[in-house]
Each structure stands twice: as structure tokens, then as C-alpha cells.
């Protein structure tokens, strides 16, 4: 593997980042929430649900800004052009700055799971040990499709601002921020009928469309492994809104909304979203790395 230098390089540089750490200590700090209902709801598990809380939001916007400028800023610099007059093709170069990042931000992702995983097992006791280690390893995955996506930007992109607005107005604020009242208003117009307490009825293509946000498809991953519903809502969520009339939990899960739920439904689906999401920016921006002007 000729790119395995550069990805330690770029590991190197992300682990002895101080900004990295605090990412982590804020992980931890908006990860911790505890809650009556959780632990009523899912026990001594609610420790494994404390990962689902800072993946939300917090982790792709602390991954995206920690990885955007990956290949811009070495660009801007002209230092891009040591790994590239390097025996390294543009294929290695790219490949070497996704997988030194995603090892430095996982690891940082890793301890802060790890620091919760410690607290929750002396405050709640024994938590499900299977449970803990598939939430783990989708939020890696997550982070791995996350990285791909900010590395992506940062390739087809040559002014930082450009990247910028890309990595705030392209992708944060209307994949992961605004995703499902967007859908909404789809539904409303195209897919659904003017009925129910929000003003839609859903059906099985708006469900589809929730779970293809990266977000959603990782919350939809992670309360399967948590056994808390068919939904895009956190645990949390989920937990509240049984708690409520059943039309309003019709509007979000789907084994109350759907008599006959499609396959194309099926929690397993959201891996599927998850690579998809990682795969996609990751080629199209290959295409323009490896057959454009980098430089």
C-alpha cells in the first residue's frame, strides 16, 4: 500500500491537533444526557444510546470541519505538490487522506464512546456488550462516509470559501439540519393527503425519503441495534412519543403507520444509505482528482 506514509502522515497531524480533543471533550459532554424515560424505556442500554445523542448533530459537524480542507488547504499552500512528485498516482494521494483522517477521527470517536461506555457501566450498570459494539462500529462507519464527503468537497473544490459554503449550504444544513421538514413539504405537495394532526398522511415513499439523509439512515441503524423502533426519531424521541396518542407515533414509525411495511423499509436498509453516501461523493470526486488540474 503506497499511500499507507501519507495516511500516517495525515493521521499524525489529526491526533496532535488540540481542536481534535475538544471535539472529543464536547462528544462526551452533549453524548451525556441522562434521562428517566431512557433508562425506564431501554435500562442500563441507555449508555449505548448516549452515542446516538452526539452523533445527531454534533459528530458531522465536528467531522466535516475537521476534514474539508484535507486537500484544499495543502493546495492553496503548494505543499500538494511533495505527495504528488512522490511514486504516489493522484489515486494514493486520495486514498492516504481519507484513511489517515478517518483512523485520527475515529479514534477520537472511539475514546469519547469508550468514556461513556466507563461512566454508564458504573452509574447503570451492565449494558449489552453486542449492542455497544455494533453502535460503535456504525457510528465508524458514519464517520468513515462523513470523511468521504468532506474529502470529496475538498478535492473538486480549489477557493476555501468555495469549500466552505459546500461543506455549510451543500451539505450540512440540508442533509442533517433541515432534512426532514424539507421532506415534509414534499410530501405535502406530492406524496400525501391533506389529513392527520401535522397535515400529511405517510406513506411508504416518505419514510423512504426520511432515511436517505446519512443522519437519519444512522439513527434509523442504531435504534434497530437498540430495539426501540422503525424510526428516524432518536431514542429519546421515540420513547416520548409512545407515550402520546398512537396517530402521532403513526407519523413516524413504521410498524404503527404501515399494515404491511415494504422491504424497502427494513432497518438493514440504512447501511446500505451509509455506503452509498460514502461511495458516491468518494468516486465523483476521484473522476475529478485523478483527471483534472489539482494543482
Known amino acids: 500500500m503506497r499511500w499507507f506514509p501519507l495516511a500516517r502522515k495525515e493521521f499524525r497531524g489529526i491526533v496532535w491537533y488540540k481542536g481534535t480533543w475538544l471535539f472529543t471533550a464536547l462528544l462526551?459532554?452533549?453524548g451525556y444526557q441522562?434521562?428517566?424515560?431512557?433508562?425506564r424505556g431501554i435500562g442500563p442500554d441507555i449508555t449505548i444510546a448516549y452515542i446516538q445523542n452526539f452523533a445527531t448533530l454534533l459528530l458531522p459537524l465536528g467531522v466535516l470541519l475537521l476534514s474539508y480542507r484535507s486537500i484544499i488547504k495543502e493546495r492553496r499552500s503548494g505543499s500538494l505538490k511533495i505527495p504528488l512528485g512522490l511514486p504516489l498516482t493522484r489515486t494514493d494521494v486520495l486514498l492516504g487522506k481519507i484513511a489517515g483522517r478517518t483512523a485520527g477521527l475515529g479514534a477520537s470517536v472511539l475514546v469519547a464512546c469508550l468514556a461513556l461506555g466507563s461512566y454508564g457501566l458504573v452509574r447503570y450498570g451492565?449494558?449489552?456488550?453486542?449492542?455497544?459494539?455494533?453502535v460503535v462500529l456504525v457510528t465508524l462507519l458514519y464517520v468513515v462516509m462523513l470523511v468521504s464527503i468532506a474529502t470529496a468537497i475538498s478535492a473538486v473544490t480549489r477557493r476555501a470559501i468555495t469549500a466552505t459554503t459546500?461543506?455549510?449550504a451543500g451539505v450540512f444544513l440540508p442533509l442533517f439540519a433541515f432534512w426532514d421538514p424539507i421532506i415534509r413539504m414534499v410530501n405535502n405537495t406530492f406524496l400525501g393527503s391533506a389529513s392527520g394532526p401535522q397535515g400529511f398522511d405517510p406513506g411508504g415513499p416518505y419514510f423512504l425519503l426520511l432515511r436517505l439523509a446519512p443522519g437519519n439512515a444512522y439513527t434509523v441503524l442504531t435504534n434497530w441495534i437498540l430495539g426501540v423502533g422503525n424510526t428516524v426519531r432518536g431514542y429519546e424521541g421515540v420513547l416520548r412519543m409512545t407515550e402520546s396518542p398512537a396517530m402521532y407515533v403513526n407519523l413516524t414509525m413504521v410498524e404503527t403507520a404501515l399494515q404491511d411495511p415494504p422491504i424497502y423499509l427494513h432497518e438493514a436498509g440504512g447501511l446500505l444509505i451509509l455506503l452509498g453516501w460514502a461511495a458516491v461523493p468518494l468516486g465523483l470526486a476521484w473522476v475529478r482528482f485523478t483527471r483534472g488540474d489539482v494543482l
Open 28 to 30: 462526551v459532554y452533549f
Open 34 to 39: 441522562p434521562s428517566y424515560r431512557g433508562y
Open 126 to 134: 451492565l449494558f449489552s456488550p453486542l449492542r455497544f459494539v455494533a
Open 166 to 168: 459546500a461543506v455549510f
